[in-house]
C-alpha cells in the first residue's frame, strides 16, 4: 500500500511536469531524481492529475464510449510505426476511469504491466495538450488546474489514511 504522508505538489513537481509536456529531455531528470519515496508519489500524483485534467477537457461534460474508442484509434494511427506502444484496451480503459466512467468496470493496471501504463498515460496525455492547441497562458492554466487536482488528490488520500 502507497503511503501518501508528507508528500505534497511542489514547484519543481510542476515544472517537470512542463518539461514533459513540452518534450524537454531534462524532464526525465526531475522525474528520475526523485529524492525519496514521498517525492515520487508527488511527482506520480502530478502526471496522474494533468492526464486526468486532461482527459475531462476533451471529453467532458458529455462523450460516448465510442468517441473515447476513435479518439484512440486516431492516436495510435498518428503514431504510426509506434502505434504498439499503446495498448487501446489500456487506453480506453484510463480514459473511461479519469472520466469516472461507472459502467466501466476494468480498473488499473487494466492487465498490463507498468511500462505499458505509463506509455499509454504520457502518449494521451501530451497528445490531448497539443491536441488543445493551448498558448502559453492556456498552459499555463492547464499546469495550475492540474497541480490543484494533485493537491486534491493527495489530500483525499492523506484524508482516508489518517
Do not use: C
Not at 495510435?76 to 495498448?87: F, G, K, P, T, Y
Not at 501530451?126 to 487536482?149: K, M, N, P
Amino acid at each position: 500500500m502507497t503511503d501518501y504522508s508528507g508528500a505534497e505538489i511542489r514547484d519543481e513537481h510542476v515544472k517537470a511536469l512542463r518539461l514533459l509536456i513540452e518534450g524537454h529531455r531534462e524532464a526525465a531528470k526531475y522525474l528520475e531524481s526523485a529524492k525519496d519515496d514521498i517525492d515520487a508519489v508527488a511527482y506520480t500524483a502530478v502526471v496522474y492529475s494533468a492526464f486526468t485534467v486532461a482527459v475531462r477537457r476533451r471529453f467532458s461534460p458529455t462523450y460516448t464510449k465510442s468517441q473515447v474508442i476513435n479518439y484512440v484509434a486516431d492516436l495510435r494511427a498518428s503514431l504510426d510505426e509506434n502505434a504498439s506502444q499503446i495498448s487501446p484496451r489500456v487506453a480506453e480503459s484510463m480514459i473511461l476511469a479519469a472520466l469516472g466512467d461507472e459502467k466501466h468496470k476494468e480498473r488499473e493496471p487494466y492487465g498490463a504491466d507498468l511500462s505499458i501504463l505509463v506509455t499509454t498515460e504520457l502518449s494521451v496525455l501530451i497528445d490531448l495538450v497539443y491536441g488543445a492547441g493551448l498558448d502559453e497562458v492556456g498552459l499555463e492554466g492547464f499546469l495550475r488546474e492540474a497541480a490543484e487536482h494533485a493537491r486534491g488528490w493527495l489530500e483525499a488520500r492523506q484524508g482516508a489514511a489518517g
